[in-house]
Every structure is written in structure tokens, then in C-alpha cells.
């Protein structure tokens, strides 16, 4: 049988160039020998084709509109009016400040670490292809397994986490909005959550034109709403909060753990909730021009940008909040709304609260967007039960359709925890756990067997990628542990952790799913580009690693 052409409108004989050639003549520069689009545009293809698969999407996201994406996706002042109550119960104002500010450093290097990776190796299948060529060959399958379903997991518990958090912020704008008459039950709470999935499953469903271009409406949302909270909460409190001393450094420890510094470390919950999913920027880097250079700069911009506003929204929220035991006693669903109340009366709350949860809608969307790609992935390489339906490209919007509702449906089903006290305790801890652990995995590969395999990128960490790596899976380790604790000593069934729940349940069924059927077939990624190109990546680290 003849092989097919390639889709491209490169020759034949110059379609298929080294990783270095394509990275070093069009990424480097940023242009084509020719400086056109269209080249760049080509070179992209040629570079996937090597890693193994070939283009299905349109490349649609520029520099600015990744950057946007990878920054929506956090959506700081949502998230910071979903997790409020996490850090004043961990430590006051000390809780909200130095509770953001640590792990604000350590997930910078986990940032960078996964920015050098996808700058390598610019795929959809981001995390768990990684993990796969770094693993030393006998293990290449299992860690890309491994790797796989606890990103999937991480992303549709993260979905749940952020459109459960969206539906509790309705809910809190319905009962100030009536003075406390209506107070929306868990049942009305799961109910909202339910058609705000739907409403993501529509948005998500669109052509990635579309997506590309309203990521920047999202972006200008999401900055405009945290300027506007943080000037709200600054000017309106001015006399009436408290002093620069306390704002920093007073301690209030509402957890019932007798240790104040494991107390403290509950605070952690809220900035690594908030600061996850910037691997999105790998996960439509298909979808990307100039990927190789694009991917790595939105993840570490998009980081960089929600650790600096999530701070200062921070600041001011701790010069506003009077007393954070009275804050924590709200009945509301959210305790920020009870603190926004208290400074800004009760059409200055539902005002910014109304422009708060559009931000929290549109972060739902971008995030759904993240989790149809990894989900389409994983699908491609035949991981997941039901792979052929999964992978299919809508022919229509040549997106991944069919994985946008597989990721509603499987949100749907965590947010029956809702029904629990400590739902979103329970749903922020498991996305951020899952996501970490795949976070981790491939920067341990790349310090460990991946380290004289690897082929750098554009973007490259030289020799800090060592320490940098090394700091990085300690935390993560770190933070795993702490996650699976509940946020308060004394804690009864229905307030209980939940997260245990659903890692543990994810990794049963990964593990007796590998061991009865999958470690039979499942290889790890798998090439479907149909003609056969020189040396591939993997062929070139499998020839470094023998020659070492």
C-alpha cells in the first residue's frame, strides 16, 4: 500500500526534519526561513508529526490568547472568594498573607518544570507523554498510566470543584439578595451545579477559533473583577479594618489543631487550589502557533500573573476582615460573601459578588475546555474505556465534542458530594492532589532516568532543573499528606475529608484495570501519523540513553 501523503503543504523530502531543526529555525526565531504563517503554522505539524501524532486541530491560539487561557483557567478572584475560608480558619490574617506567599514559591518551580517539558515536547497528551519517554522503556507504560489517570481525574474533579463553587456563590447571592428568607438547599445548590455543566458542555463544544478569541474576554474579566475587589475592599474599609501590623502578622488558629504550625499549613489549601491547571497551556498546545515557545511562556506568565494579583487581593482582604472568628460563624455558603457584606453593605456585595461569579463561570469553561483536551488524549491512545467514542473529532467544529460531555458527565457525578458538608474541601483537595501527582511524576522522570535522554526545548532550565526538580517533588510529596487531612481536628462524617475518596477510588480502578486488561495492550502513547519518518524522539533518547 502506497503511504499516504502528509498533511502539509511542505515537499515531502523536507516534511520530516529533526526536533532541533524545526525548534531551532522557526521557534528560536519566531519565523520560518520564509517568515510566514503558514511555515510556522507548518513547522508546528512537522514537530507533532515527530513526537508521534498528526494535526487534528486548527491552530488558532496565538502567544496572547494561550496566555490568556492558561491565566483564565485560574481565575484568581473566584478562586480566592471560593477558598477564603480555608486560610482565616488556618491562620488569620497570617493564614491569608504567608498562607498565599510559600507555596506561591514552590509552585513556580513546578511552573518552570513543566514549562522546559513542553517546550520539548508540545502535545496534548502533555503530562502523561512526558512521563512515557523520560521512563526507562521497562517502565515507560505504567508511567504513563499512571500519569494519565491522575490527570484526568485532577481535571474533571476540578471542573466539579470550580462549577460547585460557582453554584455555592449563586446560592450565597440569593439568600443576601433576600435578607436571609431564602436559604438554597443542597439539593438546589447540586441543581445549579447541574446547569451550569450543561451551559460549559455548550461553550466547550465550539470551534477552536471561538475558544481562542473569547479567552481574552475572559482574561479582561478576570483581571477588571480582582482590581475591582481589591480597590472595593481597600478604599470601602480604610478606617474601619485593621491595622498594617495585624494585617501581617496576627495569628489566629480556628482549626481545633493543637499545633499552630500544622495549622498554618491548612492555610496551604486555598493557593494550591487556586493555582492549578496551568498545564493547560500543554494541553491545547495542538491547538497553538509556535508551540514549542508559546506553551512555556503562558504557563509561567499565567503563574506568575495569578500569584502576583491573588497576593495583593489577599492583602486586602486581610486589612478588611475585622475578625475572623466572626467572619467563619456566616451561615452563608461562601464565608468572603459574609466579608464583602460587612464592607460594602448589600448592593455593593451583590454587585462585585455578581461580576466575582461571571469570573467563576467563564474559569469553569476555560477549565472544561483543559479537561475535554487531556480527556481526548488519553482517548487517542486508547487508555480509557470507550476510547474510540471519546477521541472522535466533531467534523462540524473539529473539536473533541464527544470528551466535553464524557467531562461534564464525570463532573456531575462529584458534585453528588455536595450532599457533604465538606464538599468543596473534599473536591478542592482531590483535584489539586491529582494534578500534583502528574504534575510530579514527569519531574521526577526528568531528574531521575530521563535526566542524559532528554532533549531540550527552546525553554530550557540548564542545570537548575536539578534542584529545581528535586524542591518540586518534595513539596508536592509534602502536599499530598497535608490534603488528605480534614481542615478541623474535630470532625465528624458529614464535614469529613472526602478526597481519600476519590484518589483512592481512581487509583483502584486504574490499578485493577492495568493489572486484569490493560498492561496486556496499553504501550503508551501511540503514533498515528501514517507514514514512517527518520529517527523519532523516542528513538533519539532510547539511542542516547544506549549510548550511555
Same mark, same amino acid.
Not at 526538580?469 to 518534595?474: A, F, H, M, Q, T
Given at each position: ?17 529533526? @526536533? ?40 488558532? /491560539? ?29 491562620? &488569620? ?174 492555610? $496551604? ?42 497576593? /495583593? ?24 460573601? @459574609? ?13 462585585? #459578588? ?12 476555560? @477549565? ?9 488524549? /488519553?482517548?487517542?491512545? &486508547? ?8 477521541? @472522535? ?60 535522554? $532528554?532533549?531540550?526545548?527552546? $525553554?530550557?532550565? &540548564? ?11 518534595? #513539596? ?8 488528605? $487531612? ?63
Amino acid at each position: 500500500m502506497t503511504p499516504r501523503e502528509p498533511e502539509t503543504d511542505l515537499p515531502p523530502t523536507t516534511y520530516y526534519m529533526s @526536533q532541533h531543526d524545526a525548534q531551532l529555525d522557526v521557534v528560536n526565531t519566531g519565523r520560518s526561513k520564509s517568515g510566514s504563517t503558514v511555515m510556522i503554522q507548518n513547522a508546528d505539524d512537522t514537530l507533532l508529526a515527530e513526537l508521534g501524532y498528526k494535526s487534528e486541530f486548527n491552530r488558532e /491560539f496565538s502567544l496572547v490568547e494561550t496566555v490568556a487561557f492558561a491565566f483564565s483557567i485560574m481565575g484568581v478572584v473566584a478562586s480566592v472568594a471560593g477558598t477564603y475560608e480555608f486560610p482565616i480558619a488556618a491562620g &488569620g490574617h497570617v493564614g491569608m498573607i504567608w498562607g498565599w506567599l510559600i507555596p506561591s514559591l514552590f509552585v513556580m518551580g513546578i511552573a518552570a518544570s513543566l514549562a522546559e517539558l513542553v517546550s520539548a515536547m508540545p502535545t496534548s497528551a502533555g503530562l502523561y507523554y512526558w512521563s512515557a519517554k523520560l521512563a526507562s522503556p521497562e517502565y515507560s507504560a505504567i508511567a504513563s498510566w499512571i500519569t494519565g489517570w491522575a490527570n484526568v481525574t485532577g481535571q474533571i474533579s476540578l471542573v466539579c470543584s470550580i462549577d460547585y463553587g460557582c453554584a455555592q456563590m449563586i446560592t450565597t447571592a440569593i439568600t443576601v439578595g433576600s435578607d436571609g428568607a431564602i436559604v438554597p438547599s443542597k439539593g438546589a445548590t447540586y441543581g445549579i451545579l447541574l446547569a451550569v455543566l450543561f451551559t460549559h458542555g455548550i461553550v466547550c463544544s465550539s470551534a477552536t477559533q471561538i475558544l481562542a478569541r473569547v479567552n481574552l474576554f475572559y482574561a479582561a474579566i478576570n483581571m477588571g473583577a480582582t482590581i475591582a475587589a481589591f480597590i472595593a475592599l481597600m478604599v470601602c474599609s480604610r478606617g474601619n479594618g485593621v491595622s498594617a501590623k495585624d494585617a501581617f502578622m496576627l495569628f489566629e488558629n480556628n482549626t481545633g489543631w493543637k499545633s499552630n504550625g500544622w495549622a498554618f499549613c491548612m492555610a $496551604f489549601t486555598a493557593p494550591m487550589w487556586t493555582l492549578t491547571g496551568y498545564d493547560s497551556a500543554a494541553h491545547i498546545s495542538e491547538e497553538t502557533k509556535d508551540a514549542a515557545r508559546t506553551a512555556p511562556i503562558a504557563i509561567l506568565a499565567g503563574v506568575a500573573g495569578t500569584e502576583i494579583l491573588g497576593l /495583593f487581593l489577599y492583602i486586602a482582604a486581610s486589612f478588611a476582615t475585622k475578625s475572623a472568628t466572626d467572619i467563619l460563624k456566616s451561615d452563608f455558603a461562601l464565608t468572603m460573601g @459574609q466579608l464583602y457584606l460587612d464592607v460594602l453593605g448589600k448592593r455593593g456585595m451583590l454587585g462585585i #459578588w455578581s461580576v466575582i461569579i461571571v469570573t467563576q463561570v467563564v474559569t469553569g469553561a476555560a @477549565q472544561g475546555v483543559d479537561a475535554s483536551r487531556v480527556v481526548f488524549a /488519553f482517548a487517542r491512545d &486508547g487508555a480509557l474505556p470507550g476510547s474510540r467514542w471519546w477521541k @472522535q473529532m466533531n467534523p462540524r467544529t473539529q473539536t473533541p465534542v464527544n470528551a466535553v460531555w464524557f467531562v461534564m458527565a464525570g463532573a456531575a457525578a462529584c458534585g453528588l458530594l455536595g450532599f457533604s458538608a465538606a464538599a468543596l474541601s473534599s473536591l478542592a483537595g482531590a483535584s489539586v492532589i491529582g494534578l500534583y501527582i502528574s504534575y510530579a511524576v514527569p519531574i521526577f522522570l526528568r531528574i531521575t532516568s530521563g535526566r542524559n535522554r $532528554f532533549i531540550p526545548g527552546p $525553554f530550557s532550565l &540548564g542545570s537548575w532543573y536539578m534542584p529545581i526538580g528535586i524542591v518540586s517533588i518534595l #513539596w508536592v510529596a509534602f502536599m499530598v499528606v497535608l490534603l488528605l $487531612f480534614p481542615t478541623v481536628q474535630a470532625v465528624r462524617a458529614p464535614g469529613m475529608n472526602y478526597a481519600v475518596v476519590i484518589i483512592v477510588g481512581m487509583f483502584v480502578f486504574a490499578s485493577g484495570y492495568w493489572v486484569v486488561s490493560a498492561r496486556k495492550w496499553f504501550r503508551g502513547p501511540v503514533s498515528n501519523v501514517d507514514i514512517d519518518p527518520p529517527p523519532s524522539l523516542n528513538e533519539k533518547m532510547t539511542s542516547s540513553d544506549t549510548k550511555d
